[in-house]
């Protein structure tokens, strides 16, 4: 299993950008699919972005495309999530996860349920 560290966030100016950072410890990184997801106070944790673990193959929300990018550095074993032409309402606290891929198998990548690892979260909180 691995572990993810999660970096970055904080407060910013609606319009600003921020960047995310997900490092993940041990040797398979990219036997992973990769995921961030966000949780406002009294809302159900939400799908921001999602990638696949070799074709890399990328997937958003429908709040955060066109603004928010997900990418991913299998030989640093960490994942980005770049944010740009930030909201009020994207304020939250942001969770990167990890699902290890398996041979046959379906990833639903906007089921938070589908992933087994978890970052500690981290806050963006963007400003008026």
């Known amino acids: 299993q691995v572990q993810l560290v999660q970096s970055g966030g904080g407060l910013v100016q609606a319009g600003g950008s921020l960047r995310l950072s997900c490092a993940a410890s041990?040797?398979?990184?990219?036997?992973?699919?990769m995921g961030w997801f966000r949780q406002a106070p009294g809302k159900d944790r939400e799908f921001v972005a999602a990638i696949s673990r070799i074709n890399l193959n990328t997937y958003y929300g429908n709040s955060v495309k066109g603004r928010f990018t997900i990418s991913r550095d299998n030989a640093k074993n960490t994942v980005y999530l770049e944010m740009n032409s930030l909201k009020t309402e994207d304020t939250a606290v942001y969770y990167c996860?990890?699902?290890?891929?398996?041979?046959?198998?379906?990833?639903?990548?906007?089921?938070?349920?589908?992933?087994?690892?978890w970052g500690q979260g981290t806050q963006v909180t963007v400003s008026s």
């Open positions: 041990g040797r398979t990184f990219s036997s992973y699919h």
């Open positions: 996860a990890a699902e290890r891929a398996e041979i046959g198998s379906t990833w639903n990548y906007e089921a938070p349920t589908e992933y087994g690892t």
